[in-house]
């Protein structure tokens, strides 16, 4: 299916909607958006603007309740900050978050949109990543991505096959949230969007972050660590380090540092349970094998039971299926505070393996289920609109230009 197909099926009432943006050229990014900064980076910008210093701290206060709490997009709905600094602001800055290319919207209620975010650098090019949203009755999770493109070409992976670009700033992170947050309407007093599958517990739609889309969280350390600490903040988005959750391929160095300097919750991409099989399918395996990997969660300092680490593990038919794999991965997390996610392989184009098959899983999920881990299978979702990891994108690229303009003029009437 690609997203020509996708936009036919929604006109025939299918239940995907597709929605394009055209690019608004006529906007050149010479104004920075304050979209996604730190305290720092609003101290910063402020002090640019020649605001003194001794009123720095009260106005990044006021600046941080506006675009973090109560989501705004202009300087204009900031009504206790004076006129004239409000101009002052408009005149040097924007709120321009990363424009919203493609939105798409499962059946179940999951949401995935490609984001286009401007160039950062100098001499650098705009570059897409995706995020995905996946709604429970008392949840939203949404699927960041931390780099565009990812070097470490895991086997199963699609990302794994794209070139690595560069990895995104903890700004363009944070901005990833607000996108989600403006989209779905999840700010005090806005209106919330509404349709099946969102969740009807609780107040937001958007509770919980996972470093689970595009790249490595901890080849981009430094970016992460930062978004963290502002998407936690009390006084503005609210998503506590126990509702964010950093996975990683096994970065040892950067577990640790993880967890002494942030604190989030931690998931691993185990895959397999042997070192000869876990250097083909996660090759970063060679340089931190399963022992060194399994040490530096054992010292994790955050994990608990209440805080317990989640290690992913995707079913490859014939690879990593077996009685006896799902017997040693038991074996191999005795004595860690541990969650299993069983997931069932999202298949792309081209890839060599296939997801195992539903009695292989059900068994595998069984020798799990009956060692103490509860419900371990991920149930797909999203399906209807590719939602897994790498794949909107590569979808898009497919498309020729005159596909990607059919696209756009049918989303721009369907609006
Ligand atoms: N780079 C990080 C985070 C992004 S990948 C990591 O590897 O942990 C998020 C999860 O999706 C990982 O567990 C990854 O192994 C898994 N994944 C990647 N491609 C997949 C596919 N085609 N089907 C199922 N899971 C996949
Ligand atoms: Fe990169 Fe994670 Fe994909 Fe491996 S699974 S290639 S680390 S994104």
Redesign the pocket.
Known sequence: MNLIDTTAATAAGAGAAVEAHRPDTTRTPVRRSLAGLDRAGLAEALAAIGVPERERRMRVAQLWHWIYLRGVASFDAMTNVGKGLREKLAGAFTLDRPEVVVEQVSNDGTRKWLLRLPPDIAGDKPHDVEMVYIPESDRGTLCVSSQVG?T???SF?H??TQRLVRNLSAAEIVAQVMVARDRLGDYPGMERAVGPGLPTEGDRLVTNIVFMG???PLYAYDSVAKAIEVLADGEGLGIGKRRITVST?GVVPEIEKLGREVGPMLAI?LHAVRDDLRDVL?PINKKYPLRELLDACRNYPAASNAKRITFEYVMLKGVNDSPADAKALVKLLAGIPAKINLIPFNPWPGTKYECSDWETIEQFSDIVFRAGYSSPVRTPRGRDILAA?GQLKSETEKLSARERLALRAMAASAE
Request: hydrophobic residues 20%; aromatic residues 0%; contains cysteine.
């Open positions: 990812c470490l070409n895991c992976c990302t794994g595009m790249g490595e391929s991409s996660v990891c």
